[in-house]
Structures are given as structure tokens and as C-alpha cells.
């Protein structure tokens, strides 16, 4: 059975029966007339009419299992409708009727839209389509629904042509101008043309993604190093519901200066927790992010994130007297200085003594919160500051004063000894100590000498590279003498 739509040539003709134009044809696809049709008697175009009074029916649709027709006929002046042609034999009033018809005996659209800009308004009925696929993903509100689209305005809307009165719904807008022939694909999903973009358009339906939330701990948290981080999340699908443990996903990562290290991957829990390290980078700067990510069952993610920052103190370091060294974690600082410090952090201060500024020797005596020269402590939850206590050692003169020597210096590959030149107002006795930068003695040895002798050999065959003090006492006199080991 073919159905199809003869152009109207002439207005009037849409009134004529014996005329092809302005009719809505059922014929056999060999050309002859089918049984059933509503004109049994009459000319050849007359028995071949199924319907008639139409301006241009541009396209129709047929509902795929009950048959049912719409016509969708563009008009003229103000208004375009959607004509049931299910039953044969109809008349819908053109010329003489335009939208809604008044006269007896012509049958009223189904639907009808006014000519106009916007939404719902338009210019002339392109397409139209049951929607009735085998299969589909698109929500149930929409099947057995009639879409059509207008030509001018760029939008596809909906009914029910079911109700008695179907109103038009919105499906989508700003699909952009000159749209022609809407259809249900095999696939369950709607197509159209597109005149202006010379181009075929799928609709695809994507269903409302999860809603992954992190209920704990909230953005903007703060840390403390040595601190343990419990994290927890849920979420919700609107097919799938409350979604099961199976479907989550944790990240954590750690940020600091141009660095992103990942610290944690989890899956299938709904909580965990992880231990911020209180060694190792101590920059203010760094941050956590933590990342749920979570699957339903179409596979459709959401993600939520939470970034949590460190807690501050700041470190307030000076000398008495002012103005010497210390060193925190290793690195050589000159007092007075405050550091910015996560709170929690394991730190290692350490006094440099004795210390030599111009003429004057300084030795470290005591630190004003007491302890040893060396510190191992966290920073605390609020601000603190540290004081070394130096006091300058009596009657003795600088190293300059006194040219105490060692050479070689610095001390290179195979050397085991060096030989330390004295001055005479060291004899009879020296004894000279070997520290580290932290202070620490490393070796200590006492030699006797006459007037006459002018050096000593030190062994520093057991010393690694780096740099050292050799502090030469005799009595109330003492000198340092700086050594570096560069083997």
C-alpha cells in the first residue's frame, strides 16, 4: 500500500474530488485502487482520494504497529496543523478554512500552532513522527508520543495523540533554522535534517549522570602533619538509586610546587582514611585533593572533589647575640629568621658552634627553652620562638691573630694527615677537637710541643667530604681553624 500527497496547484482543486491536487492518495504499488478505500464510485482520481481539503500535507507519518496517519499541513497565512487521516474519506477544509475549521462537515486538526517567532510558534510543520521504537533509552514519558518540528524556529516539540485535546510540550529548542523530515530511527532515538547545515542530526538521549557528594571532610579543611584523614562519600543514580559500595572510586593526591604525587587509590568502599607523613616536604604550600568518583549501571560517572590544606605555625629562630648561625634541617640560616611551618612537622635545629665573628670566638652555652644543642621536635599548633644562647670565650683572640695553619687544606684523595702550624704561645700543650657543621666532635687529640717546634700532623683519614672545625685550646687561648674535605 502506498500513501502519498499530490501538490495543490490550484486552491479551489483541494475541494474537487476528481482532481489529484490538494489530496491525500492510497493506492496499490502497481498504481490501481485498493479495496477499502472511501470513494467506491466516480472518476479515476476520485476512487483513488483518501483525503482531501489539504493546502500541503508536507510530510505524514504512519504509526508503525496501529496505522494511524498524521498529516502534517504546512498553512498559509497564520496557522499550521496536524491532521489525523486515519480514517479515509475526510475532509479538512482547505481553501476555504485555516486552523481550527467552522463549517459542517470538515474535520478539525488534531493540533494547530500560529505562525510567529519563538518557541512554539513558527513558520511551517517540516516533520513529524511517532515515536514508538521496539527499543529505546529515552525516558517512558516519551513513547507512543507524536513529535513534529517547524521549518523557521529551530525547535521540535511533542504531544500525546491519545487526549482528546493534545497540548503542545517542549523537547528541544535552538536547534537552529531550515530543519526538514523528523523520524524515529531503528535505533530508538529521533533524527532530523538539517537544510542549513546540510547535514543528518541524532538525538541522543543521555540519562541524568550520578551525583557523587564527599560528606566528609569538607572543602577548605585544614591538616596537621601526623594527622590521620578519614574520607567518606555517597551517592545517588536516579535509575539505580542509593549506589552500592561496587561503584565507588577514591584518588588522593599530594601537590607541591610543580609536583603531583598520587598517595592513594581505592575502590569499592564507601570510606577510608590515609596518614599525613610528618617528614619529608615541609613547604606551606602543598595541599591534598581528594577525588570520589563513582559508576552506575549505564556506566555514567560523576565525580566530587574535596582539597584540604595544611595548618600553619611560624618558626620565630634568633641568637643571643644576634645575628649567628643555626641550622634547621641541614641548611646553614642566618638568625634573626621565621619559617612558616605545617604544623605537626618533624624539624632538626642544630646551633653552630663555636661561631667567629671579627675578632671574637662565640661558643654555644644554652638554649633560653633548655634542651641540647641539637633539637628534634614538632612544630607546635601555635606560634614559637627559639633562642640560642652563644657567650663569647674570654681571653681568647680570633684564629687570624694567632695564623694558626692547616694544610693541606682542603684535604683531596689519598691525604690522611694534615699538618697544623702553631704558634709559639700554644706550647708546651694543645688539645685540638674536630666537629661537624652540627657541632658535633668527631675526633678529639692532645699533643706536647717545645717552642721550638712549629707543627703537629692531625690524622683525618676517618673524615668524610664535607666541611669541618678543628678548635685548637691551649689554656685560655683558642683558635679555629675551618677544614674541607673534598676527596
Known amino acids: 500500500m502506498v500513501f502519498f500527497y499530490c501538490c495543490n496547484r490550484a486552491p479551489a482543486n ?10 491525500f492518495l492510497r493506492i496499490n504499488s502497481d498504481g490501481s485502487v485498493p479495496e477499502g478505500n472511501p470513494f467506491t464510485s466516480g472518476s479515476d482520481q476520485k476512487l483513488r482520494v483518501w483525503a482531501y481539503g489539504l493546502r500541503n500535507p508536507y510530510t505524514f507519518s504512519i504509526h508503525p504497529e496501529s496505522g494511524r496517519i498524521m498529516l502534517n499541513e504546512v498553512g498559509q497565512v497564520t496557522w499550521e496543523e496536524i491532521n489525523d487521516a486515519t480514517v479515509g474519506g475526510q475532509n479538512f477544509g482547505w481553501p476555504d478554512e485555516e486552523g481550527m475549521p467552522q463549517a459542517p462537515g470538515t474535520s478539525a486538526p488534531v493540533l494547530v500552532y500560529s505562525h510567529g517567532s519563538g518557541d512554539g510558534r513558527g513558520c511551517a510543520i517540516t516533520g513529524g513522527t511517532f515515536f514508538s521504537p521496539s527499543t529505546t533509552n529515552y525516558p517512558p514519558e516519551y513513547h507512543g508520543k507524536y513529535f513534529y518540528q517547524d521549518y523557521c524556529n529551530g525547535w521540535i516539540n511533542y504531544m500525546d495523540p491519545d487526549q482528546e485535546a493534545p497540548e503542545a510540550r517542549a523537547f528541544a529548542t535552538g536547534l537552529g533554522p531550515f530543519n526538514l523530515g523528523l523520524t524515529t530511527g531503528p535505533d530508538g532515538n529521533l533524527y532530523y535534517l538539517s537544510r542549513e547545515d546540510k547535514a543528518l542530526y541524532k538525538i541522543v538521549y543521555m540519562p541524568p549522570v550520578p551525583a557523587a557528594t564527599i560528606t566528609a571532610p569538607e572543602e577548605g579543611s585544614s591538616y596537621f602533619a601526623g594527622e590521620e ?9 536516579a535509575k539505580d538509586g542509593d549506589l552500592p559500595p561496587e561503584a565507588f572510586e577514591w584518588s588522593v593526591t599530594f601537590h607541591h610546587e610543580n609536583s603531583i604525587e598520587e598517595i592513594l587509590s581505592l575502590s569499592g568502599v564507601k570510606e577510608g582514611s590515609f596518614v599525613v607523613p610528618d617528614e619529608g616536604v615541609t613547604s606551606t604550600e602543598a595541599w591534598y585533593r581528594i577525588v570520589l568518583t563513582v559508576t552506575d549501571s549505564d556506566g555514567l560517572q560523576h565525580r566530587d572533589t574535596v582539597n584540604i590544606v595544611p595548618r600553619t605555625a ?33 624539624r632538626v635545629l642544630n646551633v653552630i658552634s663555636p661561631q667567629i665573628v671579627g675578632q671574637t670566638t662565640y661558643q654555644f652555652d644554652h638554649w633560653i627553652h633548655g634542651g641540647e644543642p641539637s633539637q628534634a621536635f614538632r612544630i607546635p599548633d601555635r606560634d614559637t620562638t627559639l633562642v640560642a644562647v652563644f657567650s663569647a670565650v674570654v681571653g681568647v683572640e680570633g684564629a687570624d691573630h694567632y695564623q694558626t695553619v692547616a694544610m693541606p687544606n682542603p684535604v683531596t684523595q689519598g691525604v690522611q694527615n694534615v699538618e697544623v702550624t702553631l704558634p709559639s704561645e700554644y706550647a708546651p700543650g694543645v688539645t685540638i677537637s674536630i666537629v661537624d657543621m652540627l657541632s658535633r666532635e668527631l675526633a678529639r687529640s692532645s699533643h706536647t710541643f717545645n717552642s721550638d717546634q712549629k707543627s703537629i700532623m692531625v690524622s683525618v683519614e676517618h673524615l668524610a667530604n664535607g666541611m669541618y672545625h678543628m678548635i685548637l685550646q691551649s689554656g685560655k687561648r683558642r683558635s679555629t681553624v675551618r677544614l674541607l674535605v673534598s676527596r
Do not use: C, R
Not at 474530488?17 to 489530496?23: A, L, Q, R, S, V
Not at 634568633?318 to 605537626?344: W, Y
Open 314 to 346: 611560624t618558626l620565630h629562630l634568633n641568637t643571643e647575640p644576634e645575628g649567628l648561625q643555626m641550622v634547621l634541617d641541614g641548611e646553614t640560616i642566618h638568625t634573626p629568621v621565621s619559617v612558616l611551618n605545617v604544623q605537626g612537622m618533624k
Open 229 to 237: 584523614i578519614t574520607f567518606s562519600g555517597a551517592a545517588t543514580d
Open 14 to 23: 483541494a475541494q474537487n474530488p476528481d482532481t489529484y491536487h490538494g489530496k
